[in-house]
């Protein structure tokens, strides 16, 4: 796209002055505007007029498809040989989200480069692909891995790996690619410029792995490959088991299209999503949309009938992913602080919240399938979030349990 393109599309969209320093940039800061401006996609901005307006949700009821662990248990055997089994021909890939920066740590580096070792270097990555490798020990073959960067925190993450010559784990096998991004605006609309080269804009949200994941060609190649099924799973859970062999197969044995690790809720009041079902489909509801009498339901077994807390690890069948393609994801509109410039021209970062981001969630894309199965985790085995550097989900409470189940930092 060149200036006048550019700023024909501007002006006919109302943000021309997305342009207004553009005489004051060299050669590659223009190049990298124009760019940026040519892959704005201007029907995000109109859902602001909306941005008020509570997202509707249908009848919610309790999910009426999960294997407790009891059940896990007693069916070990038959899960696990399903599980191997796929996982031997090929057909599980594994998906990281790692898009995020390590900035609520105290770090301006991604967030998997964050290192809790005590006594030693022990990254947040390097605990993964640990807990991959113990799959890959197990099954005897290499497990194929996509790792999900954002335009801020490619460049580190591609390097960190290399540097660290991929924690043992086959190059052979990995593939990077960036989540798409989305603009950021102001209450009015108008898209903010973070520097007078770029637009302000941020990942859009982790709903948007899977368009990512098809623009950059990988959909076809795993096909290609016969990969049938993705474990979906997050950057922050240094506790995880993706590709679980169990998992896999409890999910096959049941003809699933989909499913989840949870955990049980340890209290009626804990602050975690959990799923359910919304007019018949396989849903999540968050803790504040809960009623007072859905908190404290129960089934005919004195279990919570919302028990089952979601922590974002998800196996999807890409068949079904597919299908659901062209049914347009929700794209939630947020209110956020936002770097931007002033109207000087000076960099700034609020201290309220001065706009709108917008984001696509992965619970829209579990809404979307025909079932999902939860499959119950144990809490103290598994779910290690890394949300804050002190205090509730932090890097001190996911060290204490690392080393309950053994590992060494």
Same mark, same amino acid.
């Given at each position: 796209?060149?200036?006048?393109?550019?700023?024909?599309?501007?002006?006919?969209?109302?943000?021309?002055?997305?342009?207004?320093?553009?005489?004051?940039?060299?050669?590659?800061?223009?190049?990298?505007?124009?760019?940026?401006?040519?892959?704005?996609?201007?029907?995000?901005?109109?859902?602001?007029?909306?941005?008020? =307006?509570?997202?509707?949700?249908?009848?919610?009821?309790?999910?009426?498809?999960?294997?407790?662990?009891?059940?896990?248990?007693?069916?070990?055997?038959?899960?696990?040989?399903?599980?191997?089994?796929?996982?031997?021909?090929?057909?599980?890939?594994? $998906?990281?989200?790692?898009?995020?920066?390590?900035?609520?740590?105290?770090?301006?580096?991604?967030?998997?480069?964050?290192?809790?070792?005590?006594?030693?270097?022990?990254?947040?990555?390097?605990?993964?692909?640990?807990?991959?490798?113990?799959?890959?020990?197990?099954?005897?073959?290499?497990?194929?891995?996509?790792?999900?960067?954002?335009?801020?925190?490619?460049?580190?993450?591609?390097?960190?790996?290399?540097?660290?010559?991929?924690? !043992?784990?086959?190059?052979?096998?990995?593939?990077?690619?960036?989540?798409?991004?989305?603009?950021?605006?102001?209450?009015? !609309?108008?898209?903010?410029?973070?520097?007078?080269?770029?637009? +302000? =804009?941020?990942?859009?949200?982790?709903?948007?792995?899977?368009?990512?994941?098809?623009?950059?060609?990988?959909?076809?190649?795993?096909?290609?490959?016969?990969?049938?099924?993705?474990? $979906?799973?997050?950057?922050?859970?240094?506790?995880?088991?993706?590709?679980?062999?169990?998992?896999?197969?409890?999910?096959?044995?049941? !003809?699933?299209?989909?499913?989840?690790?949870?955990?049980?809720?340890? *209290?009626?009041?804990?602050?975690?999503?959990?799923?359910?079902?919304?007019?018949?489909?396989?849903?999540?509801?968050?803790?504040?949309?809960? =009623?007072?009498?859905?908190?404290?339901?129960?089934?005919?077994?004195?279990?919570?009938?919302?028990?089952? !807390?979601?922590?974002?690890?998800?196996?999807? +069948?890409?068949?079904?992913?597919?299908?659901?393609?062209?049914?347009?994801?929700?794209?939630?509109?947020?209110?956020?602080?936002?770097?931007?410039?002033?109207?000087?021209?000076?960099?700034?970062?609020?201290?309220?919240?001065?706009?709108?981001?917008?984001? =696509? $969630?992965?619970?829209?894309?579990?809404?979307?399938?025909?079932?999902?199965? *939860?499959?119950?985790?144990?809490?103290?085995?598994e779910f290690a979030p890394i949300k804050n550097k002190t205090g509730v989900d932090s890097v001190d409470t996911a060290k204490e349990l690392l080393k309950k189940n053994g590992v060494e930092l």
């Open positions: 796209m060149n200036y006048n393109e550019a700023k024909e599309l501007l002006e006919k969209n109302n943000q021309s002055h997305l342009l207004e320093y553009f005489d004051e940039l060299n050669d590659d800061q223009k190049e990298h505007l124009l760019e940026q401006i040519s892959e704005i996609d201007f029907d995000l901005i109109k859902l602001i007029e909306n941005a008020d =307006t509570p997202d509707e949700r249908g009848v919610i009821t309790p999910l009426d498809a999960e294997v407790s662990i009891k059940e896990i248990e007693e069916n070990a055997d038959k899960f696990r040989a399903k599980g191997v089994e796929a996982i031997k021909e090929g057909k599980v890939a594994a $998906l990281l989200l790692a898009g995020g920066m390590g900035t609520r740590l105290g770090s301006d580096k991604p967030k998997g480069m964050y290192n809790i070792g005590e006594t030693k270097d022990v990254f947040i990555f390097e605990m993964l692909i640990r807990n991959l490798m113990d799959v890959v020990d197990e099954v005897g073959v290499w497990v194929p891995l996509y790792i999900m960067t954002s335009e801020k925190n490619d460049k580190d993450t591609r390097e960190f790996f290399e540097e660290k010559n991929y924690f !043992g784990y086959n190059k052979d096998y990995v593939k990077f690619f960036k989540q798409e991004m989305a603009p950021a605006c102001d209450f009015d !609309g108008k898209i903010y410029l973070e520097r007078k080269d770029r637009i +302000s =804009t941020s990942p859009n949200g982790n709903g948007g792995w899977f368009i990512s994941f098809n623009k950059a060609g990988l959909l076809e190649e795993a096909k290609a490959k016969g990969i049938e099924y993705i474990n $979906l799973f997050a950057v922050d859970n240094v506790c995880q088991r993706m590709v679980d062999p169990l998992f896999v197969g409890a999910m096959l044995d049941g !003809g699933y299209v989909s499913a989840s690790k949870v955990v049980s809720k340890a *209290a009626p009041e804990e602050k975690v999503g959990v799923l359910c079902l919304e007019d018949g489909k396989p849903s999540i509801v968050e803790y504040y949309e809960l =009623t007072e009498e859905m908190r404290y339901e129960t089934l005919p077994d004195g279990s919570l009938a919302y028990k089952d !807390g979601v922590i974002l690890n998800y196996l999807f +069948s890409i068949k079904a992913l597919e299908e659901n393609m062209h049914n347009n994801l929700s794209t939630h509109v947020v209110k956020k602080k936002i770097e931007c410039l002033d109207e000087n021209g000076n960099a700034k970062k609020p201290e309220t919240e001065n706009g709108y981001k917008f984001e =696509t $969630l992965v619970l829209d894309m579990i809404h979307d399938m025909d079932n999902c199965l *939860a499959y119950e985790v144990v809490r103290e085995k």
